[in-house]
């Protein structure tokens, strides 16, 4: 396993397919030579330095043999990278041939050489036929069945899967609301009256689905063997640097940087910086709203086709100036959290999640909220709603799918006319040195991040205000079901291979979902005390009103943490499964010990 | 260690101290002889089956020595419990003696024994030493240092020792508000006009100090190495009947009972018997407030000294049928769990938990909350928290301790007249058999639920309306000082000692303790609400105060959340210990694997 490894880094490290380590793997194209990773270095790298990492590479010799069949591809392929990470530095003070990239006792040598720019990058090879197989039961077929998540978690491992499997259980959770949805559009029920029902059904559906798909996720992790997984010892993260001591956990030498420093870049740099780009969100949207104000003006004033379409014109740049502007922040938050400097990957993830995820509600919903609560213009909030929702659904499909796709085939086009230049005719398949070359120029896949992202936001459209515009689970179901093409799609041919990672769940973005469910019942409940209808119920009182509001509003928030913990995580029968491992594995302790006590 | 058990039944059984068995354990009186625990049987148990116990308790002769030093005495006796627990028939139908004591292969004996009242009770035996020392450290000496907890630990067990901790703590975490109150009382700061600054206190104190308590019970936990304890598996519990079948997790012989049936008892008896509780003790209320009403209007109508008094009068008598309510609905709520049929202990535990509290918390506060925002009435709601608080600690402290004290005494006083009849004299020292005698005779000790559920209720009165009478503070702070003393008087003197139980937390407590911090929270914020000073901010429109208070207390809400979120419920320096721990393992495994490569 480790051995295809390093033909490969000589493949892309030399830049001939013909060199000496490659000659030791035997024929490139033949079948039985199954790549599995691919590190790329920077073209002129020195021969001492490939030499020196090969021969750290092969050091321990136990290792050996294709782990096909017992373990999946992913989890072969997650095992390499850890196999790689973790191999160590012992007495060299520094890189063979590059003597400003220093190394010390403990310090992870591919980390270092991803530090330093020598290794460009490290990869997985995409299995040609295995892809095939896969895109053919994924996305080629036309067909009524789910989505073949064992085989895609056998490809791409557990993270992967599991969004796919989100993707898909969101999208039939919408089903029933998109039902309830078209009536009320097509017989005009929406002369925001009736909402209160969509409102009801809207606060008890978001609670229900968020504990069901725990259940299921808690289903899938089960039969994929990382329900109960423990985490590894979590390795500081490439960019992390300090000043040199011991890991007080390992006692290792590693860098340390003082908690207090980054507590003190992160409450007195990143919340102002944040809170700033907040307050400039609304200030671009009261522009917004001073735009719509003109636009309106002059349809009342000259009404005809043009200033009709001129309506919908501020929403349209706003809903592109929120795309843009959500861009731009997202790489300040990456700048941001990167010099937080923290020591582990998940810490790293969890702050810039939590920057990206306040700013991009924020960013969406402000104008919804101000609409809704302080305008209280319900035929502007349809209105703004379906103008934002589609959209942001445009410019998504053009960013994701669209776009990468046509770069990606500019860039095969180009190569493919380079190889065949080289090639003999009449060879059929690609050699393997042309298929390395091919998947190290494709995009690299940038994890889930912001499939979940879109997800989260689709999500707060539908559960916040839906009501108000029943149209929208059935655009996002529409939506979804694209998504599911053109992820799959991307994830096979516009992207490099990514590592496989081993997950339970959906990790935080399950917090910020169920967060997300708690703010639409206050906004649902506040969107049913503002309708005509329940204020007629009031005529006189409007603290009355108010009053019943919260108390009801109260009580559901109450029902829901109720709900939340009597519906338990996992379900009956995975428990049982579960508590039956661990009876088995306690009896056979037991039994273990007797037998030591009879030895002795 | 067992076979100083057996000696032990044997003196209880046979109702003589030189009987057969108790001559192999040697010389009674002998400061060699330590027992541990002793099992009580029906006076007149039939030879056979005493002998039959026995036998098979002897049965596995590994065991031996005893534990002293290396394990505490409490967690000695968890485990002979532990052993006498899962001592299981093998191929006996019944009990030899008792055909009616059905066995069979699988069932645990001593429970059986217990269910069918052949084995009156299973206790350890105090040690008069140990015990003399804790109890002088521990209330005996007038003392400023805090509570032994490591000795009452070693003593009794975690889970008594973190309620201790946990009592101590409150105690302590009350001071500042006690403190605060003082002011306020003294110089009639309360003309409730300035309780907005108390109740804001109110709020965020009682987030923080249950956030610290997770934290310092973590430390604890971690020092007595229960912190990351799993908890085994659980066997049904006595009471637990149903028809034999084989138990999906073990695969053993045990009685089943169908979930569905047993849910069908819980949401269609038990439901609505509390529903009818509750409805009861709305009921009572509304008499009070009659009474209330009538003793007014005399004292109006012609205002005496004694009229003066019979304002009291009503508060102090509702206050004793409170108690005297929740005193009955507790053995009505454990009838009904023991109906309800659980399988497990913490089953049946969590659903008495919740059922108790619901109740408890309904019928201590209903009043309260009618008098603050129905009545609005801030000088009686202040008048009826003092009388409620007063009367209930009174009542508490004479049925919790004196009661138990001076039955206790009279009992003694009978039995050492009785054992001092038949003593040589001049032998000082109680021989075993008198001491056995004499523990037996002691009430047993029903677990922490009725300590944890007073402070929970007084928990209650403190965060929820003492804004409106800050001397509450003080009043709890001085009650658990002597609930300090009074309860470890009732451990050491006039309980049978318990069994040990290891605990990492304070469980489904904290839970409960936690949702009343966020009742307080709204109570508090509709408190400030309501007070003439935060009205005046609002002189025209009512329903700007109220959507501001609305506003203001979700933000509280909210806050309160992410404080728990971004407070670590585990200390940093116990993390990093606990990590090493983990690591030093795997490290230790890696070793171990490459040995045994090595060997083969």
Known sequence: MLFEITSLIAVSAAGAPADGTMQQSGDSGSPSFNPLAVLEFMSDTKEEAIAWLLSRIRAPQQAGGDGDGFLSMAECQYIIKHELETLRAKDETHVPGYSHAKLYPGKSIIRRLLSKGILIQMFPLHNKEELKRLSFSWYKKIKLSLQPLDKIRHYYGEGQALYFGFLEYFTFALVPMALLGVPYYMFDWEDYDKYVAFAVFNVVWCTIILELWKRSSATLAYHWGTLCRKKAFEEPRPGFHGVLGYNPVTDREE???????????????????????????????????????????????????????????????????????????????????????????????????????????????????????????????????????????????????????????????????????????????????EQVRLEADMSTYLGTFDDYLELFLLFGYVSLFSCVYPLAAVLVVLNNVTEVYSDAFKMCHVFKRPFADPAANIGVWQLAFETMSVIAVVTNCALIGMSPQVKAYFPESETQLILWTVAIEHGLLAFKFILTFLIPDVPKHIQIKLARLEFESLEALKKKVNRLVWIL
Chains 1, 2 share one sequence.
């Not at 991009?360 to 209105?383: E, G, H, P, R």
């Open 255 to 433: 860098p340390l940087y003082p908690n207090a420093k980054r507590q003190l870049r992160i409450y007195l740099v990143s919340l102002p910086f944040v809170l700033l780009c907040l307050y400039l969100s609304l200030y671009v949207m009261m522009i917004y709203f001073q735009m719509e104000g003109w636009a309106l003006s002059v349809h009342d004033q000259d009404p005809s086709f043009w200033t009709g379409v001129l309506i919908y014109i501020p929403s349209i740049i706003y809903a592109v100036v929120i795309e843009a502007m959500n861009l731009v922040y997202r790489y300040a938050a990456e700048f941001l959290t990167e010099w937080e400097n923290h020591r582990l990957e998940s810490s790293y993830q969890n702050h810039l999640v939590l920057k990206v995820l306040v700013f991009n509600f924020f960013n969406c919903f402000a104008s919804l909220f101000y609409i809704a609560f302080v305008m209280q213009d319900m035929v502007l909030l349809s209105q703004s709603l379906a103008t934002l929702l589609i959209t942001s659904q445009i410019l998504n499909q053009f960013m994701e799918a669209f776009l990468p796709y046509w770069l990606q085939r500019r860039r095969n086009k180009k190569m493919i006319r380079k190889v065949q230049k080289r090639r003999t005719p009449g060879d059929k398949e690609l050699p393997l040195a």
